[in-house]
């Protein structure tokens, strides 16, 4: 990622050509799922939730732990090459975010069924939509840098972009612990 080469002014739409252009981009829009012109922070969860599933059978605490820590600095560099490619600090197509939290979230409450996994995905969604808290304080840390005065700012919009959503994931954490700890 060459962050001082100059950049055409104003930002890109995300479109599947953008997203094939580089495999970076493939990845930080989630497959494909943060093209979702509906909620695509949400469209990602349920990405991450059906891909949980299908790599439940072959996954293992270990396994589990080793996907989550390589998806996380492999999130921070292709969400940082995908919004600096799109010349916006935070855009709504990047979901990489939402995947490896979630993916995290499950990973923490389980076991559980269906609906233990339901919550996880209300809370989360609550949380990384709503943004009460410590999480908006992680959403609002990054989104003053600026590209032109600032050389590092695609480095640290890229750490934005996945903090906020593993503070998420913490207070869903959180909630379920206390939820599991009263009952």
């Known amino acids: 990622m060459n962050e001082h080469a100059p950049l055409p002014a104003g930002p ?10 580089q495999p970076a ?12 012109p509906v ?5 990602g969860t349920l990405w991450a939730w ?29 969400c940082s090459i995908t919004a600096r490619n799109m010349r916006v600090l935070d855009p709504g197509s990047v979901v990489w975010d939402e995947i490896a939290a979630f993916w995290l979230v499950l990973w923490l409450v389980t076991p ?3 609906w233990g996994q ?3 995905f209300a ?3 609550f949380f990384d939509a709503v943004k009460p808290g410590p999480v908006g304080w992680a959403d609002r840390l990054f989104h003053d840098v600026d590209p032109l005065r600032d050389r590092a700012a695609w480095r640290k919009a890229g750490f934005g972009i996945m903090l906020d959503d593993l503070v998420a994931a913490a207070c ?8 599991r700890f009263f009952q």
């Open 123 to 125: 809370l989360f969604r």
């Open 172 to 179: 869903t954490v959180f909630v379920i612990a206390g939820w």
């Open 12 to 21: 890109l739409r995300p479109t599947a050509g953008f997203m094939l252009a």
């Open 39 to 43: 909620a695509p922070g949400t469209a």
């Open 118 to 120: 339901l919550l996880a």
């Open 50 to 78: 059906l891909a949980f599933w299908v790599l439940q059978p072959w996954m293992t605490d270990l396994r589990w732990a080793a996907l989550i820590a390589a998806s996380l600095p492999l999130g921070w560099w292709v």
């Open 25 to 36: 981009h493939f990845m930080a829009m989630g497959f494909g799922s943060g093209l979702s």
């Open 112 to 114: 559980t069924g269906f």
